[in-house]
């Protein structure tokens, strides 16, 4: 390859601003800049953020820009790297940080990364990682061992946002509540276990999900259809609420019913996107509780990966039960709803090529 080269390579395409994507062939770039590489697409994951985006609604419609080539979530080969680049080499199996960050703005030059107000999400911003190859930069680039399941790689980037969630606050020793069972709630689950939490709380409406989520070791499991999930909740903790609840699920009834359960001067981490503004009880559920409030953005740019990969190397997680289906890429819209049923855990897609 020269520098010159274009690949032509199937990729999943969203091309018009409506439910569905296509996978076509797609001709990528690989001139690339001197702190880029060019990732052979080994595995690829599919996200929440994929399904918005498949189903076209409102926050897909106010971000993109169409066509793009979709996807975030992958691990790969390094085939081709920049004048400049040292970090990584050819032949790398690497998984990736999918926000790209400027490294010159305020939060990233006080390492806070994660919160860089010039961010762009591959994949959302930029071409992604659906097809077989993809540019990153060097700089986002982890490598991985080559002994490793292959399955595990690309979910590296969704755990880090549950890792990030759930170890913001401590919890070791802690009664933790687990809203939201989708696959970063369950992801949550195992990393509040691997951390040690004393008592784990998931709430989630969806029987597949909750039963995955005592498969991974909840304690207690609460179907907010047919509970009191506040009343239940307060039951299971001797009428104090829980330390740390970990928010993944953006819905409105169960943010509101979680302030009301978290424990005064406990901690909440919100990492689920609510479609409209919600109403709170801002003085007593929050002020004179004395409560903690955390925005979880990503993950934390560098420190999330190199707990996620502590955690992976102890072997403490379980990633063989939270990844419940596999694909080939061309069956995209086929996982695409799957994932809109709900009854699912992780999905990772092979590319074909």
């Known amino acids: 390859m020269n520098k010159n080269d274009k690949i032509s390579t199937m990729a999943v395409v969203k091309e018009t601003p409506d439910k569905g994507f296509v996978y076509k062939r797609h001709v990528i770039d690989t001139a690339l800049t001197d702190d880029e590489v060019l990732v052979k697409v080994k595995t690829a994951s599919f996200c929440g953020t994929d399904y918005h985006?498949?189903?076209?609604?409102?926050?897909?419609?106010?971000?993109?820009?169409?066509?793009?080539?979709?996807?975030?979530?992958?691990?790969?080969?390094?085939?081709?790297?920049?004048?400049?680049?040292?970090?990584v080499k050819t032949g790398d199996l690497v998984s990736a940080e999918t926000h790209i960050i400027c490294g010159t703005c305020e939060f990233c030059l006080r390492e806070e990364g994660h919160i860089c107000e010039n961010t762009k999400i591959i994949g959302v911003d930029t071409d992604g990682c659906f097809a077989g190859y993809v540019k990153m930069p060097a700089a986002n680039c982890f490598v991985n061992d080559k002994g490793g399941d292959p399955l595990h790689l690309s979910v590296q980037e969704p755990l880090g946002n549950a890792v990030h969630t759930m170890t913001h606050f401590d919890i070791e020793n802690k009664c933790v509540a687990i809203v939201g069972c989708g696959p970063i709630g369950l992801m949550?689950?195992?990393?509040?276990?691997?951390?040690?939490?004393?008592?784990?709380?998931?709430?989630?409406?969806?029987?597949?999900?909750?039963?995955?989520?005592?498969?991974?070791?909840?304690?207690?499991?609460?179907?907010?259809?047919?509970e009191d999930v506040v009343e239940r909740v307060l039951q299971e903790t001797e009428g104090r609420g829980v330390d740390v609840v970990g928010e993944f699920s953006g819905n409105a009834t169960a943010i509101v019913q979680a302030f009301k359960y978290l424990k005064a001067g406990g901690g909440m981490s919100l990492l689920g996107l609510p479609p409209k503004p919600i109403e709170l009880d801002v003085s007593n559920d929050i002020v004179f509780k004395g409560i903690h409030v955390y925005g979880v953005v990503g993950r934390r740019i560098y420190e999330t990966w190199h707990q996620v990969k502590a955690l992976?190397?102890?072997?403490?997680?379980?990633?063989?039960?939270?990844?419940t289906h596999e694909f080939p890429m061309s069956r995209i819209e086929e996982a695409a709803e799957v994932m809109g049923s709900g009854n699912c855990g992780k999905i990772v897609l092979i590319p074909e090529e």
């Open 188 to 226: 949550g689950i195992d990393v509040a276990r691997a951390y040690k939490a004393k008592r784990i709380i998931a709430v989630e409406v969806n029987a597949y999900r909750r039963n995955k989520a005592k498969e991974l070791g909840a304690d207690v499991v609460i179907d907010p259809t047919r």
């Open 53 to 87: 985006i498949y189903v076209f609604d409102d926050w897909a419609k106010n971000r993109l820009q169409l066509p793009l080539v979709v996807g975030h979530e992958f691990s790969g080969e390094i085939v081709k790297v920049g004048q400049k680049v040292t970090r």
């Open 312 to 323: 992976i190397d102890a072997g403490d997680l379980h990633l063989d039960k939270i990844i």
